[in-house]
């Protein structure tokens, strides 16, 4: 999920479908990466992480995926509920501390 | 634990005017990052200090932007002059040691008219 200026990509899912969210990113040289989930007025809030060394990552309720080869990062949320509505954002650090974070995509949950 | 503090939530300020945001992190986290975020750029890091000390500050705008940590505990962001389009929300966020999740803070959203 790449933002475009103030458009956000926006995924429309069903309650009890689940979500697939994809970000791409730009570092070969980047070995973790970080999902947050970011609600309206609120701070980003950590979902789950995922070192380079491994391609898949399980969480409760949600599952990340990691593609090296293409620079392909996925965040799937099982049986999505209505406060699985937020922007969610993948992150890849380099170097150091420093997360440099994707533009958000904007998770709606229709009942 | 608290959770990461920052203060004040809102902030309205004039054009011109010294605006000092400020932040307290988690106890015990030694990696301290402010970010700011805008619908256009999105959420971009500003500076980040390691032991209090500022480790990457490539983020920060301009020199109107300063930042400092005099001690593990505490932390501002300080913008003088403010101008119009500094209006955003900033976020404070720590983390500890080599677990490079940080925790956020839930942000201060600045206006500046």
């Known amino acids: 999920g790449e933002s475009v200026g103030l458009h956000l990509p926006t995924l429309s899912v069903q309650e009890g479908d689940n979500s697939i969210i994809n970000c791409a990113y730009s570092?070969?040289?980047?070995?973790?990466f970080i999902w947050y989930k970011q609600e309206s007025g609120k701070g980003p809030q950590f979902i789950i992480d995922?070192?380079?060394?491994?391609d898949k990552r399980q969480g409760q309720r949600v599952t990340v995926l990691l593609n090296k080869t293409v620079k392909h990062l996925s965040l799937q949320i099982a049986a999505t509920q209505p406060g699985d509505s937020a922007v969610y954002f993948c992150a890849e650090k380099a170097a150091g501390n420093k997360l440099t974070f994707g533009g958000g995509t904007r998770v709606l949950v229709k009942p | 634990d608290a959770g990461v503090i920052q203060s004040p939530r809102h902030e309205v300020t004039e054009m011109g005017q010294e605006v000092t945001l400020r932040c307290k992190p988690i106890?015990?986290?030694?990696?301290l990052f402010w970010y700011r975020q805008t619908m256009m750029r999105g959420l971009e890091l500003l500076i980040y200090f390691n032991n209090n000390v500022p480790i990457d500050d490539s983020g920060m705008p301009e020199d109107r932007f300063s930042a400092k940590m005099p001690n593990a505990s505490f932390s501002t962001l300080k913008i003088q002059p403010s101008e119009p389009r500094d209006s955003a929300v900033y976020f404070c966020?720590?983390?500890?040691?080599?677990?490079?999740?940080?925790?956020f803070g839930p942000g201060t959203r600045l206006t500046v008219t």
């Open positions: 966020a720590s983390s500890f040691g080599d677990l490079y999740e940080q925790y």
């Open positions: 106890s015990g986290h030694n990696s």
């Open positions: 570092n070969s040289a980047s070995d973790y």
């Open positions: 995922i070192r380079s060394n491994m």
